[in-house]
DNA sequence: CCCAAAAATTTACGCGCGTAAAAATATTAT
DNA sequence: ATAATATTTTTACGCGCGTAAATTTTTGGG
């Protein structure tokens, strides 16, 4: 950094020795300007630490550079995961992304779409909040948008839908179990937040039925997004009403299966496939703290970096003019076996 | 929404029938414009949906309304609470906040401090990284852009700092802990990322010294913020050593007494404060995830409510033009007694 | 060395809004 | 009602950059 402070292209043009127009055309795409132009705009950008100003680049531009990353619920491991997937991604193709979180409220997911359509960026990947969303809103917000939805699909809006193939999901871990004990009870939410939780229903349901298994759902009560209390006090409640008709219960997510874990041990219920263990407890998302719970969690995870990978190339494409018609890919997950069950 | 789309504020003002500039006004500040002038325009706006253009409005603004929240770590729902809630106070203030996540790399941490400069915000909210952190980035941008420190001290920077009461947390509890049952060990990684791991240790060791205690603190290997995995490894090596002196041990942070508690599971040692148990463990922080360890984890939680708020306020009080010489402001935090000591 | 193609330069305009200054109008106090 | 004040309107310019068109320069191949 030499020389006295830079304070706008035109400047920067003179002191590096380009024209403005070139340099603009540099910073809008450094690979269109031959190389040995590349290298001196390069080296005057080190001398005089230049960044153009990024207000007046997008106020002309149709198309900024920008990706809003919107998350229906932040501090949840899982998504702030799976966003930090994403925003490095986009870093990665050369967008600037920014990170939104609906934190589980429907008007707030409004109020960031508002604010997203403000920001006029290049494309959105939108993980909405599901069955709370306003749905009219979204859907008018991906007319105006090119917009990826990812994990929980909302009709058939947007560009396409890339997620983790919830049947496939449940179908698997439910074999697992069924294969190796007894088959399992199944434990949700009434009215989950996520139409994920209906697929693995019915998946859960369907699995059991191959096998020739009565299906058992035990569905407890609870809103909004504390799963794990959720998942504590319905577990709480099941057990001392013997609701479980197995020794082993599958739970829709791992957030309700860390609360059940919870209410096992506040009841003195040993969990796990040892032989003093009475109940057996599954979960679904492959959560960071599925590791660490006691005993470790046996889940089905998510291929995160599949998922993101798959997402943003998709959004990348779009962006870059390539149409396609809507499409729902939808990824398998693998099995981590852990104590738990 | 009636009629047709308005392109800019030009038309805008047309169709409300109030000038330009009022419009303009208005916009910089609703409360500037009279009130009768203030419900015309809100009542076009309503009808007419618009929204200016956020690149033109701030190109030639002095200073924007944005608010810049950077975190080490996102995915750690510690700092996703804090910084959602610091989140909803800018909102509440009429600011724009964007959220940023160093995502545990000093790197990382400079290029957001960078795309942060670009966006000329009114103000940032900055968590360092600690240890791992440029300091002389952070003190370069600190004199650039009204900068709040939070949650982890850096020196004498930016506008001032708030956080948590690093020894009375440590002290607090270890009074605790040593009023009821064996004295504590300390616990926790060798090379911490964050300063705050620092003032804990030598805070426990006063308050093992007021009491008359020998203190012990085992300090475990490992980098990075994989707390987790830290904690599990370390103590699964100081259990089959047989490291801890006492049968209680408090972590430097409730991530680390995570990992503990799973080590602790992995080799059957029981915890808790009941007869049967063999090991007490507590933490610090009151981690979200804390209540649902198993034993649920007796900690000392951050005042998450009174950090964001007295943060944010000392942030907006500098943007509006207050000057308070650099303050650091330290806030207590409560013992949540729970099941694990 | 010449020529066609590629790249850079010159010139010029416009984007949508902030903002300043002077004039006109509306509101409030006297 | 009148003066004093607060608000709005009119007018006008500029911010920093995108971008188009015409021109000039550079490049690479034969």
Redesign the interface.
């Given at each position: 950094m030499t020389g006295q402070k830079i304070r706008n292209m035109e400047e920067f043009a003179r002191v590096s020795g380009i024209s403005r127009p070139t340099v603009s055309k540099y910073f809008n795409d450094p690979t269109s300007v031959r190389a040995s132009t590349r290298s001196r705009i390069e080296a005057a950008i080190e001398q005089h630490d230049y960044?153009p100003?990024?207000?007046?680049?997008?106020?002309n531009r149709k198309l900024t550079k920008n990706v809003g990353i919107v998350v229906p619920l932040?501090?949840?491991?899982y998504f702030?995961?799976i966003?930090?997937n994403l925003?490095?991604r986009c870093l990665a193709d050369g967008y600037?992304p920014?990170?939104?979180?609906s934190?589980g409220d429907a008007a707030l997911e409004v109020e960031v779409l508002?604010?997203l359509?403000?920001?006029?960026p290049a494309g959105v990947l939108l993980a909405p909040l599901g069955r709370a969303s306003d749905y009219r809103a979204l859907e008018a917000f991906c007319k105006d948008v090119p917009t990826l939805i990812f994990d929980s699909s909302v009709q058939e809006i947007g560009l396409g839908f890339v997620g983790s193939d919830n049947f496939q999901f449940t179908s698997h871990i439910t074999d697992y179990l069924c294969r190796t004990g007894e088959p399992p009870c199944f434990f949700e939410m009434k009215t989950p937040a996520n139409p994920n939780a209906h697929r693995r229903r019915q998946s859960y349901v369907a699995a059991m039925e191959r096998f020739g298994f009565e299906p058992d759902v035990i569905s407890v009560d609870g809103e909004g997004w504390g799963f794990?209390?959720i998942g504590?006090l319905g577990g709480y409640e099941a057990i001392k009403q013997n609701r479980f008709s197995t020794n082993t219960v599958l739970c829709s997510n791992d957030r309700l299966a860390?609360?059940l874990?919870?209410a096992?041990?506040e009841q003195g219920v040993k969990v796990g496939r040892g032989k003093d263990c009475s109940i057996r407890v599954a979960g679904q998302d492959g959560h960071?703290?599925s590791?660490?719970?006691?005993?470790?969690l046996t889940t089905i995870s998510h291929n995160y970096d599949a998922v993101s990978q798959t997402a943003a190339d998709a959004l990348f494409a779009a962006i870059e003019g390539q149409v396609t018609p809507w499409k729902s890919t939808r990824l398998e997950g693998s099995l981590i076996l852990r104590d738990s069950a």
């Open positions: 960044r100003n990024i207000y007046a680049m997008n106020q932040l501090s949840d491991p702030a995961e966003a930090r925003e490095q600037r920014t990170l939104f979180s934190h508002d604010t359509r403000a920001m006029k794990e209390e504590r860390i609360g874990l919870t096992c041990y960071p703290h590791r660490y719970t006691c005993p470790p």
